[in-house]
């Protein structure tokens, strides 16, 4: 890597794995430290040095260096010896005595010359708070007096009364900038950017409010619904991210989205809130209380779904951020979840479904569908339970059609005294001396309280009828995560990481190579939750909680 380079690429490297420790070291924090972290700040004060049509603001609400004390296992040390590995810079010494509770990282454009003839580049400004502007001015100058000593053209020049250091360097038109570094100190902030354009366009959103973020009437919706005692955020504009990556947004409902982490006794809540100006009503009413359909869901899933009202889904707002992402990203839902959502395609083909029309229209009420491991099979066993409605009869009905089509018997038994409907396939084998029919159970579903309940497995059913395990519902792991999540919510997915994994990196090879990316977080990763919690006319807010261990 170019040293001229690498200073920049390190610092955006640093914010993201300085993310990393606050995650993964919340378990120390909450059980062992005694040390406890700085307040965090209330909003991210450099907002007034990005643009309010910046596609993506990331920022770290509090002082780095007070999560060294997370961090038992040597995750801070390490982030900070990559981090300045190829530079001569001294952490201890020349950041931290005037680092101060903020670290802010913008992409300000798409392209910084906005030419897209001589190729395109991001704009990316790096805003950190200090405490002592004085200290700070020098570690600048000390940085690009080393930069020049390794062969960097410096410039000093003054904009609108603020002292600017950058590289004037040769480049080619393929490399376009990419060795630049820029940096400034504004008030009570050091800027470091990729071009001394970003630089100067970042002074000049101070001196005219009414063009940088905190002006913008999405960003402060959004800040508004920012939890109390947020250690990060990352704010979005859609569409100038689809613009940044290439893509039209398409059906845009929402404009805009605010991402904040929030520490949780039991591990981290990542909260997201998306913004739109068309009001859009909710469709299904929240819950108060756990979907009692997961009471027929055993313990043992590795991945459960539970909520209320399928028969509206694509209508809800949901449904709608759904085909927003889908159709933006992929140009289509079915090619999302053709990419995505394997297991889906498998059985519609499988069972010649067409799942909105022949299962969410009659599912009015509660459900739950789970995945549970099979012994004996590399394929999962599932568990599909409704909460009976008018609309069942005729859905049965229909399942029964589809299943003869395929050539499948329905036919009744009973099973520990309970009568049953099984989907099975007859096939015909012979010997030497007889022929003989071999029944395989394609599926299986009965009728108890309120709920009918369909499982893949007689197994399966088997265990669910005798009790044999206790109920997800009843699962401490489960209920650890639920309470993690407001009420009332639109139901949860919920997911144990090491049940699953397996199955999750079958059906998604790209997830192995999240996994590495992400191995600090993986490595702790006990179970994770998502849910949809809050819906107003212009906002649909949820969360994903992670329940991390030692």
């Known amino acids: 890597m170019n040293s001229q380079r690498s200073f920049f690429g390190f610092f955006v490297a640093g914010v993201i ?18 040390v406890k ?11 007034i040095f990005v643009s309010k049509v910046s596609p993506a603001m990331v920022s770290l609400l509090v002082n780095p260096e007070g999560l060294q004390s997370l961090g038992q296992q040597g995750e801070f040390s390490q982030i900070k010896n990559s981090l300045f590995a190829k530079t001569k810079i001294d952490f201890s010494k020349d950041i931290k005595p005037w680092l101060s509770n903020e670290i802010t990282l913008a992409v300000t454009s798409e392209d ?50 603020v002292k600017l250091l950058y590289d004037n360097q040769e480049i080619t038109t393929s490399e376009k900038n990419q060795n630049s570094l820029a940096a400034a100190v504004v008030d009570k902030f050091v800027l470091f950017a990729n071009n001394p354009k970003v630089i100067r366009e970042a002074i000049t959103n101070v001196q005219v409010p009414n063009l940088n973020l905190e002006s913008s009437p999405d960003y402060q919706k959004a800040i508004q619904e920012l939890p109390k005692n947020a250690l990060a955020l990352a704010f979005f504009n859609l569409s100038e991210i689809a613009q940044w990556q290439g893509l039209e947004l398409l059906e845009p409902t929402y404009n805009s989205q605010i991402i904040s982490l929030v520490l949780k006794p039991q591990g981290l809540l990542a909260e997201s809130t998306f913004l739109t100006t068309s009001p859009i009503e909710a469709v299904s009413k929240p819950q108060t ?20 009202n399928l028969s509206n889904l694509t209508n809800s707002n949901l449904g709608k951020l759904w085909q927003q992402g889908t159709k933006t990203i992929y140009g289509s839902q079915q090619e999302a979840i053709t990419r995505w959502l394997k297991p889906l395609v498998e059985v519609q083909k499988q069972w010649g479904l067409n799942l909105s029309e022949d299962i969410f229209n009659w599912v009015t009420g509660e459900y739950a569908l789970a995945i549970l491991r099979n012994p004996e099979n ?14 069942l009869a005729s859905g049965l009905k229909n399942l029964d059609r589809i ?30 001396t007889s022929v003989n029919v071999e029944t395989k159970v394609k599926g299986v579903h009965t009728s108890i309280n309120n709920y009918e309940i369909f499982t893949s497995d007689l197994g399966v059913m088997e265990k669910i009828l005798t009790h044999q395990e206790q109920p997800l519902i009843e699962n401490s792991n489960f209920q650890d995560n639920i309470v993690a999540i407001p009420q ?9 990481w090491k049940k699953s994994q397996d199955f999750l990196e079958r059906q998604q090879p790209l997830l192995e190579f999240v996994e590495v990316l992400g191995k600090p977080l993986f490595d ?11 819906e107003r006319p212009e906002i649909l807010k949820g969360g994903v909680f992670l329940r991390l261990q030692p």
Do not use: C
Request: aromatic content about 10%.
């Open 378 to 391: 590399i394929h999962p066993n599932w568990v599909f339970v409704v909460e009976k409605s008018p609309q």
């Open 112 to 161: 910084i010359d906005h030419d897209p003839k001589n190729g395109l580049q991001p704009g990316y400004l790096m805003a950190l708070a200090t405490d002592n502007p004085e200290k700070s001015q020098e570690f600048v100058e000390l940085l690009f007096s080393q930069r020049a000593l390794a062969g960097a053209n410096l410039q000093v020049k003054q904009y609108k009364g």
């Open 524 to 534: 702790h990763l006990r179970s994770l939750t998502i849910s949809s919690y809050e």
């Open 289 to 308: 209380k756990p979907v009692g359909a997961l009471e027929y869901i055993p313990e043992s899933a590795g991945l459960a779904i539970a909520g209320t």
């Open 403 to 432: 299943a003869n089509e395929k050539g499948l018997n329905s036919s009744s038994v009973t099973l520990n005294n309970q009568k049953i409907t099984a989907w099975t396939e007859l096939t015909a084998t012979e010997n030497q």
């Open 37 to 47: 972290l700085s307040t965090p700040i209330n909003q991210p004060g450099a907002a």
């Open 488 to 496: 009332p919510n639109q139901g949860y997915v919920y997911i144990d």
């Open 17 to 34: 794995a300085v993310l990393l420790i606050v995650i993964t070291g919340f378990y120390w924090f909450f059980v062992k430290s005694p």
